[in-house]
């Protein structure tokens, strides 16, 4: 598709299982952040990727959380032992990076719930 | 790192009224300044962006002004519509600490009353 695409759309999940959540970034996009959102409230910054640079992992809440990006593409957010202060929409976003027009791009979000 | 604050976080305006809503940024070298509106349940999209060679930019009964001295900027909507009825983020994109990083402002949300 054309713009940026997450999944799963929605996640229930029980306490203390991990979940996996997946961003698919528009084609040549190198910068994509991971941003949660508690309802009501503002964009929480967890991890920016841009390029081949290392990581700003600065906004991860704790070391339950970690996400991965394989070069350009894919990313995905991984959250270890759910407690239910995780329950958010996760938005991903991507763009064309310093060098482009700097337009962010959000996907539709995961909505996950721990139960 | 950048650090962006963002007033007012609740705006209520009657319709056709004005609204205004302020953003400071810390990060001297940041050049680049857009807004997204998020309207409730949908996804954050910009709507008016602006880099740092311009003071003030406009799009129909959208406006943004920038001042690099004193680090602020603003988004100004005119002849407000129900429509406009939604949270409002700034940010800016700094180059100290994280790199080439958009930071978000905590967001306004904006009611346009009947």
Do not use: E, H, V
């Given at each position: 598709g054309a713009g940026v695409s997450q999944s799963p759309s929605n996640k229930v999940t029980e306490k203390g299982k991990d979940v996996e959540l997946r961003c698919d970034p528009i084609s040549g996009h190198t910068a994509l952040y991971w941003y949660r959102q508690r309802l009501g409230q503002g964009l929480e910054f967890l991890i920016y990727f841009q390029?081949?640079?290392?990581?700003?992992?600065?906004?991860?809440?704790?070391?339950?959380f970690s996400a991965e990006r394989t070069g350009e593409s894919v990313s995905t957010l991984t959250i270890q032992r759910t407690q239910q202060e995780d329950s958010a929409v996760y938005l991903c976003a991507s763009s064309?990076?310093?060098?482009?027009?700097?337009e962010l791009f959000f996907g539709e979000g995961s909505r996950l719930t721990v139960l | 790192g950048e650090n962006v604050e963002q007033h007012p976080s609740t705006l209520s305006v009657q319709e056709g009224d004005s609204a205004v809503i302020k953003c400071t940024y810390s990060d001297?070298?940041?050049?680049y300044f857009p807004w997204y509106k998020q309207e409730l349940g949908k996804r954050p999209q910009l709507i008016i962006d602006i880099r740092s060679n311009v003071g003030e930019k406009k799009d129909q009964r959208i406006a943004v002004t920038l001042n690099k001295t004193a680090k602020h900027f603003s988004l100004h909507i005119t002849e407000t519509q129900p429509e406009d009825s939604a949270v409002y983020f700034c940010a800016a994109r700094g180059f100290t600490g994280g790199g080439n990083k958009l930071t978000f402002g905590t967001g306004t949300q904006l009611k346009v009353e009947l």
């Open positions: 390029g081949n640079s290392a990581p700003d992992k600065s906004g991860l809440p704790s070391d339950r064309f990076g310093p060098s482009g027009t700097g | 001297s070298a940041s050049n």
